[in-house]
Protein backbone atom coordinates (compact mmCIF):
# COMPACT_ATOMS: atom_id res chain seq x y z
CA UNK A 1 0.00 0.00 0.00
CA UNK A 2 0.90 3.12 -0.85
CA UNK A 3 1.29 6.24 2.29
CA UNK A 4 2.48 9.67 2.33
CA UNK A 5 3.86 11.76 5.10
CA UNK A 6 3.45 15.47 5.19
CA UNK A 7 5.27 16.79 8.56
CA UNK A 8 4.08 20.09 9.62
CA UNK A 9 -0.02 20.47 9.73
CA UNK A 10 1.64 24.31 10.13
CA UNK A 11 4.15 25.92 8.46
CA UNK A 12 4.79 29.87 8.87
CA UNK A 13 7.26 31.90 6.75
CA UNK A 14 7.48 35.71 6.37
CA UNK A 15 7.36 37.21 2.99
CA UNK A 16 10.20 36.84 0.88
CA UNK A 17 11.87 34.14 3.18
CA UNK A 18 12.19 30.07 1.97
CA UNK A 19 9.73 28.00 1.76
CA UNK A 20 9.89 23.80 2.37
CA UNK A 21 6.88 21.71 2.80
CA UNK A 22 8.18 18.36 3.58
CA UNK A 23 6.58 15.45 1.82
CA UNK A 24 7.93 11.41 2.10
CA UNK A 25 6.25 8.66 0.80
CA UNK A 26 6.21 4.86 0.82
CA UNK A 27 5.84 2.65 -2.28
CA UNK A 28 6.92 -0.30 -3.44
CA UNK A 29 6.71 -0.19 -6.95
CA UNK A 30 7.68 3.32 -8.98
CA UNK A 31 6.26 6.55 -7.70
CA UNK A 32 4.50 9.02 -9.34
CA UNK A 33 4.23 12.38 -7.05
CA UNK A 34 2.12 15.54 -7.01
CA UNK A 35 1.69 18.41 -5.17
CA UNK A 36 -1.23 20.24 -5.15
CA UNK A 37 -2.21 23.68 -3.67
CA UNK A 38 -5.73 24.76 -1.97
CA UNK A 39 -6.80 27.77 -1.90
CA UNK A 40 -9.68 28.63 1.07
CA UNK A 41 -13.71 27.40 -0.90
CA UNK A 42 -11.45 26.75 -4.46
CA UNK A 43 -10.79 23.47 -5.34
CA UNK A 44 -7.35 21.71 -5.42
CA UNK A 45 -4.48 23.02 -8.15
CA UNK A 46 -2.09 21.17 -9.07
CA UNK A 47 1.40 22.50 -8.86
CA UNK A 48 3.71 19.77 -10.05
CA UNK A 49 4.25 16.37 -10.95
CA UNK A 50 7.62 13.73 -11.06
CA UNK A 51 6.67 11.40 -13.52
CA UNK A 52 9.80 9.80 -13.68
CA UNK A 53 11.51 11.71 -15.81
CA UNK A 54 14.03 14.68 -14.64
CA UNK A 55 13.92 14.49 -10.59
CA UNK A 56 13.65 17.95 -10.45
CA UNK A 57 10.40 19.31 -11.55
CA UNK A 58 9.28 23.00 -11.52
CA UNK A 59 6.18 24.41 -11.51
CA UNK A 60 3.64 27.12 -11.38
CA UNK A 61 4.42 30.25 -9.23
CA UNK A 62 8.00 29.63 -8.86
CA UNK A 63 7.53 26.73 -7.09
CA UNK A 64 9.61 23.48 -7.54
CA UNK A 65 10.83 20.09 -6.06
CA UNK A 66 13.48 17.21 -6.30
CA UNK A 67 12.85 13.41 -6.09
CA UNK A 68 14.97 11.55 -4.18
CA UNK A 69 14.34 8.53 -4.29
CA UNK A 70 17.15 7.50 -1.92
CA UNK A 71 15.44 9.29 0.96
CA UNK A 72 11.77 8.78 -0.44
CA UNK A 73 11.51 12.30 -0.66
CA UNK A 74 9.23 14.93 -2.62
CA UNK A 75 10.25 18.18 -0.88
CA UNK A 76 8.50 21.79 -2.25
CA UNK A 77 10.34 24.97 -1.91
CA UNK A 78 10.07 28.20 -3.34
CA UNK A 79 13.15 30.62 -2.75
CA UNK A 80 10.78 33.42 -1.77
CA UNK A 81 7.39 33.60 -0.63
CA UNK A 82 4.66 36.07 -1.27
CA UNK A 83 1.46 37.05 0.85
CA UNK A 84 -0.43 35.37 -2.22
CA UNK A 85 0.81 31.82 -1.30
CA UNK A 86 -0.80 31.17 1.81
CA UNK A 87 -2.66 28.05 1.04
CA UNK A 88 -3.39 24.43 2.09
CA UNK A 89 -0.49 22.37 0.08
CA UNK A 90 -1.10 18.46 -0.20
CA UNK A 91 1.25 15.87 -2.07
CA UNK A 92 0.27 12.50 -3.70
CA UNK A 93 1.59 9.63 -4.67
CA UNK A 94 0.23 7.42 -7.49
CA UNK A 95 2.01 4.87 -9.69
CA UNK A 96 1.95 2.91 -12.56
CA UNK A 97 -1.20 -0.03 -11.43
CA UNK A 98 -2.97 2.38 -10.08
CA UNK A 99 -4.00 6.07 -10.87
CA UNK A 100 -6.29 7.14 -7.94
CA UNK A 101 -4.03 9.49 -5.72
CA UNK A 102 -3.08 8.78 -2.12
CA UNK A 103 -2.61 12.13 -0.18
CA UNK A 104 -1.26 13.29 2.84
CA UNK A 105 -3.10 15.33 5.38
CA UNK A 106 -1.49 18.10 4.10
CA UNK A 107 0.51 21.56 5.30
CA UNK A 108 -1.04 25.07 5.84
CA UNK A 109 1.72 27.56 4.58
CA UNK A 110 1.24 30.84 6.71
CA UNK A 111 2.71 33.82 5.31
CA UNK A 112 3.61 36.78 7.54
CA UNK A 113 4.13 40.60 6.59
CA UNK B 1 -12.47 26.12 -21.10
CA UNK B 2 -14.78 25.00 -18.29
CA UNK B 3 -13.42 23.29 -15.27
CA UNK B 4 -14.86 20.79 -13.25
CA UNK B 5 -18.36 21.59 -11.72
CA UNK B 6 -19.94 19.94 -8.76
CA UNK B 7 -23.79 20.52 -7.32
CA UNK B 8 -24.96 21.87 -5.53
CA UNK B 9 -22.17 23.35 -3.11
CA UNK B 10 -23.67 22.55 -0.22
CA UNK B 11 -26.13 20.36 0.94
CA UNK B 12 -27.53 19.58 4.84
CA UNK B 13 -29.21 16.96 5.13
CA UNK B 14 -30.64 14.80 8.48
CA UNK B 15 -29.78 11.40 9.72
CA UNK B 16 -31.41 9.11 7.65
CA UNK B 17 -32.09 10.68 4.05
CA UNK B 18 -31.16 10.20 0.82
CA UNK B 19 -28.65 12.37 -1.10
CA UNK B 20 -27.32 12.73 -4.62
CA UNK B 21 -23.89 14.56 -5.12
CA UNK B 22 -23.56 15.45 -9.18
CA UNK B 23 -20.33 16.02 -10.56
CA UNK B 24 -20.01 17.09 -14.72
CA UNK B 25 -16.00 16.32 -15.68
CA UNK B 26 -14.00 18.49 -18.22
CA UNK B 27 -15.42 17.71 -21.87
CA UNK B 28 -13.68 14.62 -23.41
CA UNK B 29 -12.19 13.17 -20.35
CA UNK B 30 -13.02 9.74 -19.52
CA UNK B 31 -11.49 8.93 -16.46
CA UNK B 32 -13.84 10.23 -13.38
CA UNK B 33 -12.42 10.30 -9.49
CA UNK B 34 -14.22 10.62 -6.32
CA UNK B 35 -12.57 11.51 -3.28
CA UNK B 36 -14.19 12.79 0.28
CA UNK B 37 -11.79 14.86 2.26
CA UNK B 38 -12.90 15.00 6.13
CA UNK B 39 -12.05 17.98 8.36
CA UNK B 40 -8.15 18.17 9.07
CA UNK B 41 -7.33 15.14 6.22
CA UNK B 42 -6.17 15.34 2.77
CA UNK B 43 -8.45 13.96 0.15
CA UNK B 44 -9.50 10.11 0.28
CA UNK B 45 -10.37 7.73 -2.43
CA UNK B 46 -13.35 6.68 -3.13
CA UNK B 47 -14.28 5.50 -6.50
CA UNK B 48 -12.59 5.99 -10.15
CA UNK B 49 -14.49 5.59 -13.51
CA UNK B 50 -12.82 4.86 -16.55
CA UNK B 51 -15.85 5.84 -19.19
CA UNK B 52 -18.82 4.20 -17.94
CA UNK B 53 -17.82 1.51 -15.79
CA UNK B 54 -16.51 1.91 -12.31
CA UNK B 55 -12.93 0.28 -12.84
CA UNK B 56 -12.53 0.44 -8.90
CA UNK B 57 -14.64 1.04 -6.04
CA UNK B 58 -12.59 -0.49 -3.45
CA UNK B 59 -12.46 3.25 -1.70
CA UNK B 60 -16.52 3.17 -1.24
CA UNK B 61 -16.63 2.73 2.79
CA UNK B 62 -19.86 0.65 2.53
CA UNK B 63 -22.88 -0.38 0.59
CA UNK B 64 -24.86 2.83 1.12
CA UNK B 65 -22.72 4.70 -0.99
CA UNK B 66 -23.01 4.03 -5.02
CA UNK B 67 -22.03 5.64 -7.70
CA UNK B 68 -23.25 5.69 -11.74
CA UNK B 69 -22.07 7.25 -14.65
CA UNK B 70 -24.60 6.36 -17.02
CA UNK B 71 -23.13 7.83 -20.44
CA UNK B 72 -19.66 8.39 -19.83
CA UNK B 73 -19.79 12.04 -18.68
CA UNK B 74 -21.94 13.47 -15.88
CA UNK B 75 -21.35 11.03 -12.41
CA UNK B 76 -23.61 10.99 -9.63
CA UNK B 77 -22.61 9.83 -6.12
CA UNK B 78 -25.39 8.00 -4.41
CA UNK B 79 -25.32 8.03 -0.30
CA UNK B 80 -28.78 5.95 1.51
CA UNK B 81 -29.00 6.13 5.11
CA UNK B 82 -26.78 8.83 5.66
CA UNK B 83 -25.08 9.20 9.12
CA UNK B 84 -23.28 12.28 10.83
CA UNK B 85 -19.53 10.26 9.80
CA UNK B 86 -20.22 10.90 5.91
CA UNK B 87 -20.07 14.80 6.44
CA UNK B 88 -17.16 15.96 4.52
CA UNK B 89 -16.63 17.83 1.09
CA UNK B 90 -16.75 15.15 -1.48
CA UNK B 91 -14.13 16.09 -4.31
CA UNK B 92 -14.60 15.39 -8.02
CA UNK B 93 -12.08 15.03 -10.55
CA UNK B 94 -11.47 14.41 -13.91
CA UNK B 95 -8.26 12.96 -16.27
CA UNK B 96 -7.75 12.73 -20.27
CA UNK B 97 -7.25 8.92 -20.07
CA UNK B 98 -6.92 7.99 -16.73
CA UNK B 99 -3.06 6.96 -16.87
CA UNK B 100 -1.58 7.68 -13.86
CA UNK B 101 0.88 10.61 -15.04
CA UNK B 102 -2.30 12.10 -16.26
CA UNK B 103 -2.55 15.06 -14.61
CA UNK B 104 -6.31 14.97 -12.19
CA UNK B 105 -8.43 18.40 -12.51
CA UNK B 106 -10.59 19.20 -9.20
CA UNK B 107 -13.85 20.39 -8.65
CA UNK B 108 -14.92 22.59 -6.21
CA UNK B 109 -16.30 20.14 -4.34
CA UNK B 110 -19.74 19.53 -2.31
CA UNK B 111 -20.12 19.86 1.45
CA UNK B 112 -22.21 17.94 2.95
CA UNK B 113 -23.85 18.03 6.55
CA UNK B 114 -25.29 15.89 7.85
CA UNK B 115 -27.35 16.95 11.50
Known amino acids: AQSVTQLGSHVSVSEGALVLLRCNYS??????LFWYVQYPNQGLQLLLK??????LVKGINGFEAEFKKSETSFHLTKPSAHMSDAAEYFC???????????FGKGTMLLVSP | GAGVSQTPSNKVTEKGKYVELRCDPI?????LYWYRQSLGQGPEFLIY????????DSGLPNDRFFAVRPEGSVSTLKIQRTERGDSAVYLC?????????????FGPGTRLTVL
Open chain 1, 50 to 55: YTSAAT
Open chain 2, 93 to 105: ASSGSGASTDTQY
Open chain 2, 49 to 56: FQGTGAAD
Open chain 2, 27 to 31: SGHTA
Open chain 1, 92 to 102: AVSDQRYSTLT
Open chain 1, 27 to 32: SSVPPY
